[in-house]
């Protein structure tokens, strides 16, 4: 089976190649076929999982993963939320988002920092397909007063993990991937998906 990931971020790509490693099919990138970009014009998250995996289904005739995730910090009224990705503006790179977010924080107390990371993923089988698969993962922690570490991407550097003392950025692959909301929802979609791909 081919199935095409419903994604043009790397960092994402990275994480699912060995997420969805257990599923028996043959994962590949958007980037390999001509995927028009998804107007991501809905409030939620699975409104923008479904369109981006609908999306890449009509384009490529495969069946598709779509991951769409962000940071949610409830003092800031859920921001950045599904516009995570471009939160200091439709051009910005991950730096300039994490600029913006420690500039909206700062002076806050740890309280007011807490945060949550959020990934919903969406599996379906064809464009029209009926009954697509949807899961979602959390991971709650707190935003840092300051970047650290080098791996992971987007928010990781300032996304602090209390229980292993260090950002996001700072875990190994294998454990983010663990504990991650990726990796929560990535487990629930293979539970779902095994019945039928396993
Ligand atoms: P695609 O739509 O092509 O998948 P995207 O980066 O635009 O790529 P989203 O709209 O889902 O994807 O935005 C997700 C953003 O949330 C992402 O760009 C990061 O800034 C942030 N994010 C999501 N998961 C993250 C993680 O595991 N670590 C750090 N930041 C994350």
Redesign the pocket.
Known sequence: HNWV?????P??VR?LNRLLSPLNVNLRV?SEFDVP??A?TGTT?VE??II?ARNACEATGLPAV??????VVPNLGGA?G??????AGEKAG?DE?VRKLLRELVKTDDKERQAK???VMVMMRHANDPTPIITQGE?FGSIAHERQGNG?????PV?WVSEYNCT??ELSAEV?NRI???GKATQKLIGKLEPEFG
Not at 5 to 9: C, I, K, V
Not at 66 to 71: F, I, P, Q, V
Not at 82 to 87: C, G, L, N, P
Request: charged fraction near 25%; glycine fraction near 10%.
């Open positions: 990931m419903a994604t043009g971020n960092g994402k994480e958007q970009e998804a991501e998250f923008n999982a981006k779509a991951d769409d995730s962000g940071l950045p599904v516009i995570s990705s471009r939160y991950d988002n990371f959020v990934c991971w992971g991407f987007g928010y990781d996304f996001a950025a983010k991650s909301h990726r």
